[in-house]
């Protein structure tokens, strides 16, 4: 599927599930692991762009980190909130298969936890990749293709991780996520290792770094567990040729 259409009318369906979701501090995944993720991109003074930035977390970061930020997404009451939270220098309502900008315009594209959600990984990365100076960095984070395939056989931090069915192939998901009082209905695609690989290189990347970060800190024994399996993937990739 080509059409970006279905994933942003769901995306603008639960915008203000993600909203309360992603910005209450503490609550999401994101900040067990955000001093990682600081230190892994780096302090910089080139321009970024965030593709898929929703309320905007992601975007503070590389703000704060030193980058000229362009906030992007294709919901506008996701930009409303990106905005509202002062995370970017400039914002843009965008589709990420095609960005309004000229080719050669940044020094820094984020794609974090976006790449799963989309019907056309292919597009988006192609898109990436033409707005991207030469020598720029793309940065990508996913939930780790392993970890999306499988789950601990129970809530100890030493309880068995079962692969459920097999790890190959492309799985939709698509389901309500409950916890201390959010929820928030998630749906996106969940793919090998090999299908980010194969989508990087066909749009002209080459991987520079990898990293499957634990937790910040490892606290409780949810984190007990993540910090045993991956549950993030981080890669840093540059265009060539």
């Given at each position: 599927m080509t059409d970006t259409k279905p994933i942003t009318e769901h995306w603008t369906r639960v915008a203000d599930q993600w909203i309360d979701w992603a910005g209450r501090p503490g609550h999401d995944a994101f900040w067990k692991y955000r001093?990682?993720?600081?230190?892994?991109?780096?302090?910089g003074t080139g321009r970024a762009l965030e593709i898929g930035c929703g309320e905007g977390r992601v975007s503070r970061e590389l703000k704060t980190?030193?980058?000229?930020?362009?906030?992007?997404?294709?919901?506008?009451?996701?930009?409303?909130?990106?905005?509202?939270?002062?995370?970017?220098?400039?914002?843009?309502l965008a589709d990420v298969a095609s960005l309004p900008f000229d080719a050669a315009s940044f020094d820094l594209v984020m794609a974090y936890n976006v790449l799963m959600d989309l019907d056309d990984m292919q597009r988006a990365l192609n898109e990436?990749?033409?707005?991207?100076?030469?020598g720029g960095l793309l940065f990508i984070s996913v939930v780790?293709?392993?970890?999306?395939?499988?789950?601990?056989?129970?809530?100890?931090?030493?309880?068995?991780?079962v692969l459920k069915g097999s790890y190959y192939g492309r799985e939709h998901f698509d389901g309500v996520e409950t916890r201390d009082g959010l929820?928030?209905?998630?749906?996106?695609w969940s793919l090998p290792l090999q299908a980010y690989m194969e989508a990087l290189e066909a749009a002209g990347f080459a991987i520079v770094s990898l990293r499957e970060p634990p937790p910040d800190h490892a606290d409780t024994d949810q984190l007990k567990q993540w910090a045993r399996v991956p549950l993030f993937l981080w890669i840093k990739a540059r265009p060539v040729g």
């Open positions: 001093a990682g993720l600081a230190a892994y991109i780096g302090r980190l030193g980058y000229d930020v362009t906030a992007s997404d294709a919901v506008p009451a996701m930009l409303d909130a990106a905005r509202h939270a002062d995370s970017a220098h400039r914002y843009e990436a990749r033409r707005v991207l100076k030469p780790h293709p392993f970890r999306d395939r499988g789950g601990f056989a129970g809530p100890q931090p030493d309880a068995p991780f929820s928030m209905h998630f749906a996106g």
